[in-house]
């Protein structure tokens, strides 16, 4: 985990670095839409917090399921050991049965 962190940390400090070192205006276009002055520092720094969005989406979706699945199985495993601990009385209150003679 701490060395996903550091690439994370690594690559974000990259597109700042990137982004400061390039702070010209320029013209963008997409499709219809057009921007007539943006600085790439801003277009740069744009582009990473919405690819962030975009890939934070999905992987918090993903992480609501398994969250949502812990929480059955211990519900689940709650119920089989009370069960257990529920047999386990039963059979410590019967009376022992006779052996083989």
């Known amino acids: ?22 702070g010209t205006p320029v013209s963008v276009r997409f499709l219809t839409w057009t921007v007539p ?3 790439v520092a801003g277009l740069t720094m744009a582009a990473l917090a919405s690819g ?9 979706i993903q992480r609501w399921r398994l969250q949502a699945r ?8 709650q119920q089989l050991e009370a069960s257990l601990a529920e047999r386990d009385r039963a059979l ?6 006779p052996g083989p003679r």
């Open 1 to 22: 985990m701490a060395f996903g962190y550091l690439v994370v940390a690594i690559v974000a400090a990259a597109v700042v670095v990137f982004a400061f070192q390039n």
């Open 52 to 60: 962030i969005v975009v890939t934070g989406i999905p992987l918090w």
């Open 92 to 97: 410590l209150a019967r009376p022992p049965s």
């Open 37 to 39: 002055s943006v600085s």
């Open 70 to 77: 812990v929480r059955t199985l211990q519900s689940q495993v």
